[in-house]
């Protein structure tokens, strides 16, 4: 049974940063496309990074683009994503999620590329 178990979210000011980590288990991590997709409320999901299963690639939509970085281990089955210069707009549920095809630049961001997902983190940015 695949699981993927969140942490690092809370509650952080206009400008502040907060590392989110997924711990992955039961599955073969390092076959597996990554990513962290976010829900804030009344919107749809939206992947907001992703990595390829060997770590070598990774994509970001421009609204995060040169704030957030996806990182990933694979001898501990953890990945991790650095969000600095955080504002209100990145107020959303982060989830942690898993893709057993490979992800490229053209497919990263639909959501039907995922196949397994965690409970999500609340992320909080006041101003």
């Known amino acids: 049974q695949v699981q993927l178990v969140e942490s690092g979210g809370g509650m952080v000011q206009t400008g502040g940063s907060l590392r989110l980590s997924c711990a992955a288990s039961?599955?073969?991590?390092?076959?597996?496309?990554m990513g962290w997709v976010r829900q804030a409320p009344g919107k749809e999901r939206e992947v907001v990074a992703a990595v390829s299963s060997n770590g070598g690639w990774t994509y970001y939509p421009n609204s995060v683009k040169g704030r957030f970085a996806l990182s990933r281990d694979n001898a501990k089955n953890t990945v991790n994503l650095q969000m600095n210069s955080l504002n209100p707009e990145d107020t959303a549920v982060y989830y942690c999620?898993?893709?057993?095809?490979?992800?490229?630049?053209?497919?990263?961001?639909?959501?039907?590329?995922?196949?397994?997902w965690g409970q999500g983190t609340q992320v909080t940015v006041s101003s």
């Open positions: 039961g599955l073969t991590f390092s076959t597996y496309s």
């Open positions: 999620a898993a893709a057993g095809r490979p992800l490229y630049s053209f497919n990263y961001h639909l959501l039907g590329r995922y196949d397994n």
